[in-house]
Nanobody, 121 residues
Framework: QVQLVESGGGLVQPGGSLRLSCAAS????????MNWYRQAPGKQRELVAV???????DYADSVKGRFTISRDNAENTGYLQMNSLKPEDTAVYYC???????????????WGQGTQVTVSS
């Protein structure tokens, strides 16, 4: 059983910063991709940032230069540093990870429960 738990969301003023964390627990033999998605009210869930097991990253155009994704492989934890936040960044942010569940490297994607980020003055 694998669980992903996000934390770090909250209310912040425009221009402010937040750091989201995603802690994976359970029977984990490794994590391939770790992703952050977000879903604003009335909109589809969108991919925000991706990091692979080697540290390679990619970002949605809307967050490039403002958000930084990182991970700590030893702690099975991922992070999303969000700077220069804008009202349009308001959404529920979800962690998603491709987790290896046994020694033969079988893996499945898991989702966290989401954490609310609200950017407002």
């Amino acid at each position: 059983q694998v669980q992903l738990v996000e934390s770090g969301g909250g209310l912040v003023q425009p221009g402010g910063s937040l750091r989201l964390s995603c802690a994976a627990s359970g029977t984990i033999f490794g994590i391939n991709l770790m992703n952050w998605y977000r879903q604003a009210p009335g909109k589809q869930r969108e991919l925000v940032a991706v990091i692979d097991s080697g540290g390679g990253t990619d970002y949605a155009d809307s967050v490039k230069g403002r958000f930084t994704i990182s991970r700590d492989n030893a702690e099975n934890t991922g992070y999303l540093q969000m700077n220069s936040l804008k009202p349009e960044d308001t959404a529920v942010y979800y962690c998603n990870a491709d987790v290896q569940i046994d020694i033969s490297h079988r893996s499945y994607y898991y989702w966290g429960q989401g954490t609310q980020v609200t950017v407002s003055s």
